[in-house]
């Protein structure tokens, strides 16, 4: 019998130096995705992933920038998710541009919509990165979240507003705070915030070519996707999927007017609870194996951490 897995796809960061070469001999389903995200970006003239992805070495000002990084992204994890066997998928998610693979990992939005959907919020963020985001860890030295951290968060925000910038949660993830600011909010929390060293990162640390995503500094996006990407196809997913509320969209009853609203509404504008939504997956489904789709393995602690917060003993892997 297969193992019952809940899937959670990685956001648009994810792509790193290591994800080079990861696109190369697909086969089958994984192949079509990627055939179909070339076509799309060479209609527009853009450099196709198979060119970036093939790339002698990693470029951050290319790989990094939102309207490359993100449907590479999307790409990668589409691939791992149609060449997953040896499991039942009873339920997705994702994390912040995620949420736009989970769409379609789901069944709630057409491939090629997908593909519009992210290519094209990327894209606007050409030259046109708005504010920025700082990562800092919650976790202690048990690798269980500090509460005390959690406060220290809040009360950055606090002084940060209090400074005169404008400052919010934008993802709750897990191991991981990701505040989102305007520029001087940033520049006053990379002080802020006590300096450590983690590993070979150095906290706090501003995500490079990051825009304020799920904060209300990005509600000029917000309108403008409801505007123009509205049209979208979306429908009820074939399999439960939680979103960054924690609300469970099912198969046959989800609302498709509603779903878009969120895509393009309060997903762009409200913060993204990834602890939320994964918390919610494992109470209503109770998978016996949590995977984490590619690029990369960022998101794997992140998701351990919430899974062992949240009492399930269950296993956490990237795809095989």
Known sequence: MSRRALIVCPGRGSYGRE???SLANLTGDAAAIVDACDAWRADRGAPTLRELDAAASFAPSRHVAGEHASLLTFAVSLADRVALQD???VAVTGNSM????ALAASGALPVDDAIELVDTMGAWQQDHVIGGQIMWPLTGADRTV???RVAEVDQA???ARAAGHQAWWSIRLGSHAVIGAD???CAFLLTRLPAETRGTRKYPTRLPLHSAFHTPLMQATSTRALDELGALGFRA???PLIDGQGTVWRPRWADPVAMRNYTLGAQVVDTYDLDLAVRSALWHTAPDVVIVLGPGEGLLRPVETIARGAGFAVEVRGPR
């Not at 995620?98 to 693979?101: A, D, N, R, S, V």
């Open 19 to 21: 994800s080079l070469g």
């Open 87 to 89: 499991v039942e998928v």
């Open 98 to 101: 995620g949420w736009y693979t």
């Open 146 to 148: 500090d509460p005390t």
């Open 157 to 159: 925000i606090t002084d």
């Open 183 to 185: 520029d001087g909010g």
């Open 237 to 239: 997913p074939a399999v």
